[in-house]
């Protein structure tokens, strides 16, 4: 580690002019376990080669990242955390990380929310390569698995115009094949545990690292089986044609996955890298509880492939100076079969669809010193083609093609050390995109579509222990092919006129790091503003069915709070957002309208303590405000009323010897007091749930 270390601060000192390594190390903000804010600011491209610095203390860990000009705040969830489930899928994860909505959909699936977005605002990137330029342009978080990660990023706020087309209000990062060889990095590990209602999930990953000077190669692959056979029923839920009263109806699950992750590095500092990962799943989609005719789904296999091949040059000398220059292929290819059934018992057959997904990216994404700036280029072009076939019915195939060139330039404005605003710097950057479909399942073709995005931001310390960012951007969304074909077995009408969404958004922020009441309290607060033009929305005709259209403007504003404090090995911490989210539906009189699934305020708050015979325990308790749906059998807005859960996390940790270095155990139980706390309209998250699992790593 001391020789990476070394080696990456020597890179990061031949390119002061990255602004990577100058800005310091501002705002560790050491979140129990395992969940940290990057400070103010954070490489938004996703960084290949940040440099980290982790200080160790039982399991509380600070991570100091480098800041970047560009602006945007972010959360890192460590997977080894005991509050995390062991070996576990993105929906698991995520729930754990402030800020970000997860609900499950009337699809089964589990979508994020920020900010007043949707989902399909949000981009899910794998080693770079993203997995929500799909038919859907989105991602069902339910079913990723991320056991090869060893963390993740939620990147929120004003996305990079290098992160490719599509990307809106914020990026959810994965890196399972990036990241220098590291020999003291830990690739051998086991996981695994059971609940109270018989679940049983478990895996292995096994790797190796060969060190040759300043080279080397770095081999991991593993594998995960997860089964269950339904979720627990809250006690305040009321479920209609259910043999086992205290279990969700149709909630069972049968998953398993595997991954296997390479890289090489030269002595020069050009590399090779690759992952891979796939699964294959049967899961039951549990039936909205609040609506005369919900879906009766089941989804007996769906299988999912996603590989990424990248290469890089490193820094080097060029003609006009030094830089570096990356290229990603990546497939994600995929295929699934949906049932609906008669009825509840789940017995007959009524329709059958079946789809056939495939989508190709391509990026090319590179660096270059400009005096005592940098700029950076990033191409993305991307391809996904979408067979469905329904039963009874026909076979139609859909093609939708994306492009996005982007550029950034930064440009210092004082040197770090120069004064009251040490180290400002400034970051302007454009994109042009593209988007169409030409194939469209014998359905209305539509025209090629052009549009563009822009972004401005700074930051600088002010003073000695706060630091300032603020930016603005605006950026596009172009309708997924769903959005635009599918009829989703009769609960949708296409709409193939549909026009991008635009986003235009502001933000400002601060970080700082106080002593008070004789704890080291560390503190961010963000303001957001930003507007939807073309909101694509669901809307309700009147018979069951929906369809999607421009009807609407989204306005959001709000703030954002995180804090920790630490008294020794004891800590408190919280977070709170409050946003104000209008819609405004321009063909109506009178025009505003509420807005789906968006809570004007939400809390999270935490403590964690050390216990005798080297325990710990935590306990975290969220909130969430009232918030509304739109009810398709009424027509008409239903409130959901403010909800709160609270869960209970006991751990202990081992030294080891052998392959193994350390056992964690953990014992959990979730949601206490089996409260009803609803993700959407008629569709309540688990009950009570007693877990216990462990890591070997």
Request: proline share 5%; charged share 25%; aromatic share 6%.
């Amino acid at each position: 580690m001391k020789r990476r270390i070394e080696r990456e601060i020597e890179r990061c000192h031949t390119r002061r002019f990255g602004g990577r390594l100058a800005w310091g190390l501002v705002a560790a903000f050491a979140c129990l376990a395992g969940a940290e804010t990057v400070a103010a600011q954070v490489p938004d491209s996703v960084s290949r080669d940040t440099v980290e610095f982790r200080m160790r203390e039982l399991r509380i860990e600070a991570l100091r990242p480098v800041a970047s000009v560009s602006g945007a705040s972010a959360v890192r969830l460590s997977l080894q955390s005991p509050r995390v489930a062991a070996v576990p899928l993105l929906e698991e994860a995520l729930r754990q990380i402030p800020f970000l909505q997860v609900r499950e959909n009337s699809r089964g699936e589990a979508q994020p929310s920020l900010r007043g977005t949707e989902s399909r605002q949000l981009a899910v990137l794998v080693d770079g390569v993203p997995l929500t330029l799909g038919w859907d342009a989105r991602t069902d978080l339910s079913l990723i698995p991320v056991d090869a990660a060893s963390e993740i990023q939620l990147f929120r706020g004003l996305s990079s115009v290098l992160h490719g087309p599509n990307v809106l209000g914020g990026v959810v990062s994965i890196e399972i094949g990036h990241g220098s060889v590291d020999p003291d990095r830990r690739l051998n590990g086991m996981q695994g545990g059971m609940d109270a209602t018989g679940a049983a999930f478990g895996g292995a990953r096994l790797g190796r690292t060969w060190s040759s000077g300043e080279g080397g190669v770095s081999v991991q692959a593993g594998g995960a089986y997860r089964t269950r056979d339904g979720v627990p029923l809250a006690g305040g839920v009321v479920q209609p044609s259910a043999p086992d009263p205290n279990r969700r109806l149709n909630s069972d699950l049968d998953h398993m996955s595997a991954f296997f992750t390479g890289r090489y590095e030269a002595e020069s500092g050009a590399w090779l890298s690759t992952s891979t990962f796939g699964y294959r799943a049967e899961k039951g989609v549990p039936p909205e509880l609040h609506v005369a005719n919900p879906r009766r789904w089941r989804i007996p296999e769906t299988k999912r492939f996603v590989s990424t091949v990248s290469a890089g040059t490193g820094w080097r000398s060029t003609p006009f100076g030094t830089g570096d220059f990356e290229v990603s292929l990546g497939i994600d290819a995929g295929d699934a079969q949906v049932d609906e059934f008669e009825t509840l018992s789940y017995e007959d057959i009524a329709e059958q669809e079946f789809a056939d997904d495939r989508t190709l990216t391509f990026r090319g994404l590179s660096d270059h010193e400009l005096g005592e700036g940098v700029v950076r280029t990033a191409l993305t072009l991307a391809e996904t083609r979408h067979v469905e076939r329904i039963v009874p019915g026909g076979e139609s195939v859909f093609r939708q093609r994306l492009f996005s060139f982007g550029g950034e330039v930064e440009v210092p404005l004082a040197r770090q050390g120069a004064g009251f605003w040490s180290g400002a710097r400034i970051n302007v950057g454009a994109s042009f995109d593209r988007g169409s479909t030409p194939e469209t399942g014998g359905r209305e073709a539509r025209e090629a579509i052009d549009d563009w995005g822009a972004r401005v931001g700074g930051s600088a310390q002010v003073g000695r222990r706060v630091r300032l960012h603020t930016g603005a951007s605006r950026r596009v969304r172009f309708p997924s092919l769903r959005e635009l074909y599918s009829g989703a077995l009769g609960r949708f009408v296409p709409n193939p006129d549909l026009a991008p969404e635009v986003l235009r958004a502001v933000e400002a922020g601060l970080t700082g790091t106080v002593e008070a009441l004789g704890a080291e309290v560390e503190a961010q607060a963000v303001l957001f503003v930003q507007s939807f033009s073309n909101a694509i929305v669901r809307t309700g005709l009147g018979d069951g069915r929906f369809r999607r259209e421009n009807r609407r403007r989204v306005d959001a504003a709000g703030l954002e709070l995180l804090g920790d404090a630490r008294w020794g090995e004891v800590s408190l911490g919280g977070d709170l957002t409050w946003q104000d989210v209008s819609v405004t539906d321009q063909r109506l009189a009178g025009g505003a309208l509420r807005p789906e699934y968006q809570p004007g305020i939400m809390a999270g708050m935490h403590v964690e303590s050390p216990l005798p015979a080297g325990f710990r325990a935590r306990a975290a308790v969220d909130a969430v405000g009232r918030q509304y749906c739109v009810d398709p059998d009424l027509g008409a807005d239903v409130a959901l009323d403010p909800t709160a859960r609270v869960d209970l996390v006991v751990s202990r940790e081992f030294t080891l010897g052998g392959p193994f270095r350390t056992l964690q155990t953990s014992l959990s139980l979730d949601n206490l007091a089996d409260a009803t706390v609803f993700d959407q309209c008629g569709l309540p998250q688990p009950g009570r749930l007693l877990r216990l699992q462990f890591r070997l790593f």
